[in-house]
């Protein structure tokens, strides 16, 4: 029998590496604190309706085909390309913007204010291109044992890139367009990193290649937790068990091992090998109490947004929106330097509608639609009291119903709404950071928390908030990161 594995928590790091580990023969067993596995690509069913409650597609779709192909598994999951990826729409601005992949298709929308929008696009892509290439199987899928070592991993990176460590996305996007649609729209895809465009640094400007270039973006036919299904039907077959309703809240520990955990109920949870899925920085602070981790010394970290997230049932159809959706404002800068700290911003919100029943129609009732919604908000450390989401929530209806010219009011027969108190107590996420920690460059690679424990030799992290960062893709290389580390440490012991 092959060494035990318990695994704490059920995201979708967890489940991956659960997978890779039963695979090799590892006996494998994973602690879920809720209902149902997920983590944050979860699953609500309320009304009749169903909705996807976290991410709601995905990109580098080679790296899941990488997973089954080292787990010897067809990908349990089917999906299909996004083109365009998403619509974008300025408050007064009739026009929606629809971010096509096809270059030539997607400048033809910016004739009247961006002259040449196709050349400059080209060369900034080209730009975003060799950033990718240089960086992501360098730095982004090894594994570091120390901040010198990630250091002297970055001096292999083409030293022609240097200057956008220095750069913001938003000034990086601006050296190639002039118009504040085009600098705006282009560098949104920052806000999927959990921070704004203006305090993203310019190296993941890479990420407007894998939109347009590379990979692009996908959903998932019947919904992102097909993923979550797939992952759990596979685990069956390798005799994986899943606890669910168990929360590890203390431990116990011989020396440089972990020897068991203890959950609510003081129930003790032991294996040879640990892997933790929840928030790596927030598990070394709240349950082995490590100073460097206490809850102050993580309030002075830079975490990702907070997230209100709202689930509307309507009993109609809405034929005039896209399934993608992006409603922005006219005080771009302004926002985005507000909204992660001051919470007047919400009274004018930006936010993300995702109408999942477009393509998914067995999300909604007949004649019903889906809808998600995501506006960026304070985490909690700015914004404790969410006593006012459902006003909040209001303002966005409002301007969501002036933006399609349909008062969706009257339509809505089911609405549920998750404020970042909700995401901090479901998730453990720390101030109801919807993403982890964010991801400035004393916060990635070698600076990042470690996927192996400091002082527990048997303990290893996988998810968010450890290397390489946040995003499904990222949690699929995380595994594999975190996999390799017990590999290795199996093999010593």
Known sequence: MGKSVLIVGAGIGGLAIALRLA??????????????????????????????????????SYEFTEFAQDCNIRLPF?????DPLYAVNFIGNPKTFLLNKDISKLALQFNDIEPDFENKMRRYLDKSKNLFHDTIDIVIKNNYNSVVDYLLTLLKVNP??????????????????????????????????????????AVYSLLSYAEFQHDGYYNVEGGMYKIVEGLLDELKKENAILTYNTEIVDF??????????????????EADIVVINADAAWFRGSIFKRKEYSEEKLDRME???????LYLGLKCKLPQVYHHNYFLGNNYRDYSNAVFKNPNALQKPYFYVNVLSKHNPGCAPEGCE??????????????????????VVDTIIDDFSARIKKDIRPEI?????????????????????GLGLSHKMLQIGGFRPKNYDEHFKNVFYVGASTVPGTGLPMAMISSKLAFQRIEQYAAES
């Not at 590892?26 to 602690?31: A, E, F, H, T």
């Not at 975490?303 to 997230?309: K, Q, R």
């Open 303 to 309: 975490w990702t947004m907070g997230s209100l997230t």
């Open 160 to 201: 022609g890139h240097l200057p956008v460590l220095f750069r913001s996305f938003y000034g990086q996007v601006s050296r190639y367009f002039s118009s504040d649609e085009a600098r705006q729209i282009i560098s949104l895809v920052s806000f999927f990193l959990g921070r704004s465009p203006f305090e993203t640094v």
């Open 78 to 82: 089917s999906y299909y390309a996004l």
């Open 413 to 433: 027969i089911s609405k549920t709404i998750y404020t970042p108190v909700d995401w901090q107590h479901q998730f453990n996420l720390h101030r109801g950071s």
């Open 252 to 269: 116990n520990a011989t020396g440089k091992k972990l020897s068991y955990l203890i959950d609510q109920n003081r129930q003790k949870w």
């Open 370 to 391: 889906s809808l998600f919604f995501v506006c960026p908000v304070p985490d909690l450390r700015y914004k404790p009291d969410w006593s006012d989401s459902d006003q």
């Open 23 to 60: 695979k090799r023969g590892y006996k494998v067993r994973i602690l879920e604190k809720n209902k149902q596995a997920g983590g944050r690509i979860n699953q609500l069913k309320t009304d009749g309706f169903i909705f996807d409650t976290g991410p709601s597609f995905f990109s580098m």
